[in-house]
């Protein structure tokens, strides 16, 4: 089962930061949280990742709690082509020794022009 | 530098029928998964490769599905006989090892649609 808590559904104006939000209380100290988008019928693209210090690259920026047991996601300047379903996923390791990725229902975000 | 491949990108059989779909992962990526969306339902985990052998099948839903990585390049998941609860979408990642979380980034192709009827 997946380990983390998202919205379902949130909306962003175009131009505006998207801030995405996600729980994930029980994350073990070496696990990392992943962000995936998957824009319609397309497959899942690759965000960013962190383990406990806040991370920025060329999509978006990851802030992670100093609890790590939430982070944000954030877009600074949403775009339509943005909008997406946003998964956050606590990559674990299975009892085989491989780091599938568990995706939940993820966030549904529409940017609005 | 080419992406995860997947082919066909639409398949569309009848009930009982074989289907095979392939998987060519990125240049290098010794790591390569195969997940499944049914429908309505989320992205699932079927298995993982490490070069050419399984490194975790649990997710394999029963032994309709085979799936082979042979020389450690691309792969085949074939569905032989096609149930209609089969249908959703394949995907295919690659990534360059398991350890490390930089080089532990999945890159997905854009899937497979299977609708078996």
């Known amino acids: 089962d997946a380990k983390t808590t998202q919205p379902t559904s949130m909306d962003c104006a175009e131009g505006r930061a998207a801030n995405l939000p996600c729980n994930h209380s029980t994350i073990s100290g070496n696990e990392y949280v992943y962000w995936y988008r998957q824009i319609h019928s397309q497959g899942p693209q690759y965000i960013i990742h962190?383990?406990?210090n806040n991370e920025t690259n060329e999509m978006a920026s990851l802030i992670i709690t100093e609890d790590r047991k939430s982070s944000t996601l954030i877009l600074p300047h949403a775009t339509l082509r943005d909008t997406a379903v946003y998964y956050c996923?606590?990559?674990?390791?299975?009892?085989?020794?491989?780091?599938?990725?568990?995706f939940g229902k993820g966030t549904k975000l529409s940017v609005i022009p | 530098e080419a992406g995860v491949t997947q082919f066909p990108s639409h398949s569309v059989i009848e009930k009982g029928q074989t289907v095979t779909l392939r998987c060519d992962p990125i240049?290098?990526?010794?790591?390569l998964y195969w997940y499944r969306r049914v429908m309505g339902k989320e992205i699932k985990f079927l298995l993982h490769f490490v070069k050419e052998s399984k490194q975790d099948e649990s997710g394999m839903p029963n032994n309709r599905f085979l799936a082979e990585r042979t020389g450690g390049t691309y792969s085949t998941l074939k569905v032989q006989p096609a149930e209609l609860e089969d249908s959703g979408v394949y995907f295919c990642?690659?990534?360059?090892?398991?350890?490390?979380?930089?080089?532990?980034?999945?890159?997905f192709g854009a899937g497979t649609r299977l609708s078996v009827l």
């Open positions: 962190g383990l406990k």
């Open positions: 240049s290098g990526h010794d790591n």
């Open positions: 990642a690659s990534s360059q090892v398991s350890g490390s979380a930089a080089k532990n980034i999945q890159y």
């Open positions: 996923i606590v990559r674990v390791r299975s009892g085989a020794g491989s780091y599938q990725l568990t």
